[in-house]
């Protein structure tokens, strides 16, 4: 009888080391997941932030276009109107940066890389959004100013030296400008230079949303471990 009790115990103690060992696995699989998905996050915060940074360089020149081509110069340009604001986008992209940075040091990953990741995108659209708000300001401000027949005089006769400098010149058309008759033409107010810019240079945050939503989905293995471990602390 006594024999019978020692071989039992022997079994069940290795039934309990293979369940430990497969337990084991699975949080090993798990964590190489977690690592994958936010190794990926981190790769995009630090694109979406480099490709923010490039767009608003673009922007800026494009602004300076625009004035040139309204005959704009020194102060009421658009640039100088929105340089606060392009400033304070690019500033913000430091946000991305510095939650790619926060994944990178971490020894383990939780939900606070996740919020960080989370903020610094919202931030970083909010700001990029305001862009267009503030041309659209601009064109306002510019409407009062000159008055309707000016503008009018801007949209329809105020390009002509210019147009007139660039025949013969190559042009790649722009199929997002073209008018009902074929002919390229140029972005008629500030909000339409900064809408176009966007949409042209910028791929926007749904790839960056998509990844942070996987991210925090790798994670909720570890939360129902941590709820078990919970449970079983207050089982009797």
Not at 18 to 37: M, W, Y
Not at 111 to 130: F, G, K, L, Y
Not at 158 to 183: A, M
Request: glycine share 6%; proline share 1%; aromatic share 4%.
């Amino acid at each position: 009888m006594v024999e019978e009790k020692i071989v039992g115990t022997g079994v069940e103690k290795e039934s309990q080391t293979a369940a430990a060992s497969l337990h084991g696995q699975v949080k090993s699989t798990d964590r190489i997941t977690i690592e994958q998905e936010f190794s990926k996050l981190e790769l995009l915060l630090i694109q979406t932030a480099d490709d923010a940074v490039n767009c608003l360089k673009v922007l800026k020149g494009n602004l300076s276009d625009y004035d040139s081509q309204h005959g704009l110069r020194i102060i009421n340009t658009s640039k100088t109107f929105m340089r606060s604001d392009v400033r304070a986008a690019k500033d913000t992209t430091s946000e991305l940066r510095n939650a790619a940075n926060q994944i990178a040091e971490c020894e383990s990953q939780s939900e606070s890389e996740i919020t960080a990741a989370r903020a610094a995108m919202n931030a970083t659209s909010d700001v990029m959004n305001d862009l267009a708000a503030t041309g659209r300001t601009y064109d306002k401000n510019k409407l009062k100013s000159r008055g309707i027949a000016g503008v009018v005089t801007d949209m329809f006769g105020g390009n002509k030296g210019l147009e007139d400098k660039s025949k013969g010149d190559h042009v790649v058309k722009d199929t997002k400008r073209v008018g009902s008759e074929g002919i390229l033409r140029a972005p008629d107010t500030v909000e339409e230079v900064v809408a176009s810019t966007l949409r042209d240079c910028f791929s926007g945050f749904s790839a960056l949303k998509h990844q942070i939503s996987a991210a925090e989905e790798s994670l909720s293995p570890l939360f129902a471990e941590r709820s078990n471990r919970l449970v079983a602390s207050h089982t009797p």
